[in-house]
């Protein structure tokens, strides 16, 4: 080997070096950016009424429990952004909701946005890393459809009152507020999202509104004949 091939051959190993170390770094300063590429592609080039994820179609995502948002996630703009999408999809005339949780628009993370019956002019408020603390009162059950299940209504049995914990949006305080009723019925229903809970696996009943049953007439979709359907 001549003098020119070593020196060749050392520039060779030196860019290659070089170019692994860039991808390593490249990799695991990524890891750390807010959301993941996925999830920043579905926040940032949605529409700001979002794709709303159904099932079974999208099981995964409403099937796999949700994660809290890092540190650098709350401070993130990206959150900002889907917080907005996110009421604006519940909102939406088609959607029309009184409550959405982040995996039902393909966000694994622990966010839902709610309608709060229980304060003066219904407002719509959004919660980060939210918890049920603990669940007490009587339990009644109550009919409650899904943005994601669209056909179907259910007679679920909610608890009347509920304590809840999370990050307030605006200030990124942690806060925890005691809320009783339909309000209650509704944090129960979303933050089942964020565990991969959705109301059918607790419904007494499930049924399907008039239209859509004559199209799948096919099916009972009470119990028992509904379980087997179930992902
Ligand atoms: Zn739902």
């Known amino acids: 080997m001549n003098n020119r091939t070593k020196y060749s051959l050392t520039w060779l190993l030196v860019v290659a070096v070089i170019g692994l170390a860039t991808g390593a770094l ?8 807010p959301f993941s590429k996925e ?3 579905i926040i940032r080039q949605s529409d700001s009424v979002m794709y709303v994820t159904t099932w079974p179609e999208d099981s995964t995502v409403l099937r796999t ?11 993130s703009k990206d959150l900002k952004t889907l917080l907005a999408k996110m009421l604006t999809t519940v909102r939406s005339p088609q959607q029309g909701g009184v409550g959405i949780a982040a995996p039902q628009v393909g966000i694994g993370k622990r966010i839902v946005c709610l309608q709060r019956f229980d304060k003066e002019g219904g407002p719509f408020e959004c919660y980060l890393n939210i918890r049920i603390d603990s669940l007490y009162g009587s339990i009644g059950k109550g009919p409650e459809g899904c943005l994601s299940v669209p056909p179907m209504r259910g007679l679920v049995p909610r608890h009347t009152n509920v304590i ?3 990050i307030q949006p605006e200030t990124l305080e942690p806060k925890r507020d005691t809320v009783s009723g339909y309000t209650a019925v509704i944090f129960q229903h ?5 565990d991969g809970i959705l109301y059918i696996d607790r419904a007494d009943t499930v049924y399907v509104s008039p239209s859509w049953e004559a199209e799948r007439r096919a099916y009972d979709y009470t119990r028992p004949e509904w379980w087997p359907l179930l992902p």
Do not use: F, G, I
């Open 26 to 33: 490249y990799a695991l300063w990524d890891n750390h950016r």
């Open 65 to 75: 429990p949700s994660v809290d948002l890092t540190k650098a996630e709350l401070k």
């Open 39 to 41: 999830q920043r592609t």
């Open 164 to 166: 809840v914990s999370y």
């Open 190 to 194: 979303e933050c089942d999202h964020l």
